[in-house]
């Protein structure tokens, strides 16, 4: 069973940083798409892809964080962060890792198969 468990979230005014992490066990496969997505308040059944990487390096962006957030693995592959810089309000949601591994697009999150719970960013003007 591929487990996901979210860390990091937090409140920071406008301007901030903050450092997302997710311990992702359970997988055996060394083909995967791993994502952050997000979940505005009020938007219950949209959940935005914001980053993705796959196994075989390729990452991804969502237009508005571009150059603003990174989405990073480490070497043993089971801790996926996303930093976050020059956050702004409309950052503000849940963000969730996510793990997909049938070769499905990495920022949509109909492909994704695995969900961690979330953790709340909130971004203060």
């Known amino acids: 069973q591929v487990t996901l468990l979210e860390s990091g979230g937090g409140s920071v005014q406008a301007g901030g940083s903050l450092r997302l992490s997710c311990v992702v066990f359970?997988?055996?496969?060394?083909?995967?798409?791993m994502g952050w997505f997000r979940q505005a308040p009020g938007k219950q059944r949209t959940r935005e892809g914001v980053?993705?990487?796959?196994?075989?390096?390729?990452?991804s962006y969502l237009d508005s964080v571009k150059g603003r957030f990174t989405i990073s693995q480490d070497n043993a592959k089971n801790n996926l962060f996303l930093q976050m810089n020059n956050l702004k309000p409309e950052d503000t949601g849940q963000y969730y890792c996510?793990?997909?591994?049938?070769?499905?697009?990495?920022?949509?999150?109909?492909?994704?198969?695995?969900w961690g719970r979330g953790t709340l960013v909130t971004i203060s003007s």
């Open positions: 996510a793990a997909d591994f049938e070769g499905g697009n990495c920022l949509d999150y109909s492909d994704m198969d695995y």
């Open positions: 359970g997988y055996t496969t060394n083909s995967y798409c």
């Open positions: 980053a993705g990487i796959r196994s075989d390096g390729r990452i």
